[in-house]
């Protein structure tokens, strides 16, 4: 069964700092069951990026991609999106 999706208060200004820097983004939000919430590309740079709040953890599917090493970017502010990689 599909989970709600919920999109986190702080998702759209770290989704508009990450255009302003030149990211192009996908928003992903809207397919929930733990799918990252943002697909970000900068020239050759592919980021699989999670929004999360100050205090917002991982879904247990998300940790379990992130060990098998998959590369999702938590990113909790602005400042977090200006300093992505």
């Given at each position: 069964?599909?989970?709600?999706?919920?999109?986190?208060?702080?998702?759209?200004?770290?989704?508009?700092?990450?255009?302003r820097c030149g990211?192009?983004?996908?928003?992903?939000?809207?397919?929930?069951?733990?799918?990252?919430?943002?697909?970000?590309?900068?020239?050759?740079?592919l980021r699989l990026?999670?929004?999360?709040?100050?205090?917002?953890?991982?879904?247990?599917?998300q940790a379990l991609?992130?060990?098998?090493?998959?590369?999702?970017?938590?990113?909790?502010?602005?400042?977090?999106?200006?300093?992505?990689?």
């Amino acid at each position: 069964m599909r989970r709600a999706a919920k999109v986190d208060a702080n998702h759209q200004a770290i989704r508009s700092a990450l255009r302003r820097c030149g990211w192009k983004v996908i928003d992903l939000s809207r397919a929930g069951n733990g799918v990252p919430d943002l697909l970000a590309l900068k020239g050759e740079s592919l980021r699989l990026v999670e929004v999360k709040s100050d205090k917002g953890k991982l879904t247990a599917w998300q940790a379990l991609l992130q060990l098998e090493g998959w590369p999702i970017h938590i990113l909790r502010s602005v400042d977090d999106a200006i300093a992505l990689r």
